[in-house]
């Protein structure tokens, strides 16, 4: 940080900067068998669902010969 050109009247102003508390958060609470249990099934769900989304998904992306622009005329066009 930078220090302070200008003087301060008051001393806890300048050391408010530095200042640093000395009581300590109380400590984690350790999850339980179960709390860690659902986080690694919901974990599991969402990627099964993304990797079955992308393994759904992927034969509509990709392109087939059938799908050409002749092969895809209306049974209107037909009769004439």
């Known amino acids: 940080m930078f220090r302070r050109r200008e003087p301060v009247p008051f001393a806890f102003v300048a050391e408010a900067e530095r200042y640093r508390s000395n009581v300590t958060p109380p400590p984690r609470e350790r999850a339980s068998r179960s709390q860690i249990a659902g986080r690694a099934l919901v974990g599991l769900t969402v990627t099964a669902g993304l990797v079955g989304a992308l393994l ?5 992306l990709q392109p087939s010969a059938q799908d050409t622009h002749q092969s895809q005329r209306s049974e209107a066009s037909e009769g004439r």
Do not use: A, E, L, R
């Open 56 to 60: 759904f998904g992927m034969p509509s």
